[in-house]
């Protein structure tokens, strides 16, 4: 069967096309905010929030976090699971996006906001208490919504939940 001339350049097009969806979101192929997102709430006195986070629970995962990234989704954020309760420093090396932190103890009690970070900073951005997780969503979003500390944060890394 002979194909018609205009076929191999079809062929060409569609391969572009599928490799630029199996990139994703984040164009580059690697972890996106949507890709095996689970998701975190956030109960504040007047309302809660839903997020769709990726949880960074290795050393690599932690390390990397959300560096490079462009952009991230309105709901989206990234969960960082230090496991056992301890003094957390965070840093913005390589991160392009302003950031709100907010370190979380062992109860989903958030015991602090660090708001706005500024990208690409080296300075060290502490926990001020001993706390199991930290939340880093996009800058402004904790005052937008009225996330203060104090508020509790629900998804199973916490106890009891």
Same mark, same amino acid.
């Given at each position: 069967?002979?194909?018609?001339? #205009?076929?191999?350049?079809?062929?060409?097009?569609?391969?572009?096309?599928?490799?630029?969806?199996?990139?994703?979101?984040?164009?580059?192929?690697?972890?996106?905010?949507?890709?095996? +997102?689970?998701?975190?709430?956030? #109960?504040?006195?007047?309302?809660?929030?839903?997020? #769709?986070?990726?949880?960074?629970?290795?050393?690599?995962?932690?390390?990397?976090?959300?560096? #490079?990234?462009?952009?991230? +989704?309105?709901?989206?954020?990234?969960?960082?699971?230090?496991?056992?309760?301890? $003094?957390?420093?965070?840093?913005?090396?390589?991160?392009?996006?302003?950031?709100?932190? +907010?370190?979380?103890?062992?109860?989903?009690?958030?015991?602090?906001?660090?708001?706005?970070?500024? $990208?690409?900073?080296?300075?060290?951005?502490?926990?001020?208490?001993?706390?199991?997780?930290?939340?880093?969503?996009?800058?402004?979003?904790?005052?937008?919504?009225?996330?203060?500390?104090?508020?509790?944060?629900?998804? $199973?890394?916490?106890?009891?939940?």
């Amino acid at each position: 069967m002979r194909l018609p001339p #205009y076929f191999g350049k079809i062929l060409s097009v569609l391969i572009l096309f599928l490799g630029a969806a199996c990139a994703g979101p984040d164009g580059g192929g690697g972890r996106s905010s949507s890709a095996n +997102a689970e998701t975190l709430i956030i #109960y504040t006195d007047d309302d809660e929030y839903k997020f #769709y986070i990726e949880l960074a629970d290795d050393d690599d995962e932690r390390r990397m976090g959300l560096m #490079y990234r462009t952009e991230l +989704a309105g709901n989206a954020g990234m969960l960082f699971d230090f496991g056992e309760p301890q $003094p957390v420093s965070m840093w913005m090396k390589n991160t392009l996006i302003p950031l709100d932190m +907010a370190f979380i103890d062992e109860t989903g009690e958030i015991r602090r906001i660090a708001a706005n970070t500024r $990208p690409r900073s080296l300075e060290s951005v502490h926990s001020g208490a001993a706390v199991t997780a930290v939340l880093e969503v996009n800058g402004g979003t904790f005052e937008r919504l009225g996330v203060e500390e104090g508020d509790k944060v629900a998804h $199973p890394v916490f106890s009891g939940q």
